[in-house]
């Protein structure tokens, strides 16, 4: 059985990063918050969220998803998130605080 192509490695790759990303807001928001918290969320950009895979790749790789613990590292990682993602994180923050 031969390998998948690069452009299809690339393409799940891109679908695991997004589904974790997706995963830690809903995460941080919680399940019954979420509705109540959606239009105060801002709604990612295509470069944030291409950001956020990046950097979860390069920073939170091992953490397990759920309960929140993909915010939590990105998070602990204030510092040193790309400047997209950063903002991102930020504000997932502070609408979690609003709540």
Do not use: N, W
């Amino acid at each position: 059985m031969s390998s998948p192509r690069p452009s299809s490695r690339l393409a799940l790759s891109a679908s695991v990063g997004l589904a974790l990303v997706a995963a830690a807001y809903i995460s941080l928001l919680g399940v019954g918050a979420a509705a109540a918290q959606q239009s105060q969320m801002p709604k990612p950009t295509a470069e944030q969220r291409s950001a956020c895979i990046a950097d979860f790749q390069r920073l939170c790789a091992g953490v397990q998803r759920g309960d929140g613990r993909v915010m939590q590292c990105l998070q602990s990682h204030a510092e040193e998130l790309s400047a997209p993602c950063g903002e991102l994180v930020s504000a997932a923050a502070a609408a979690q605080a609003a709540s």
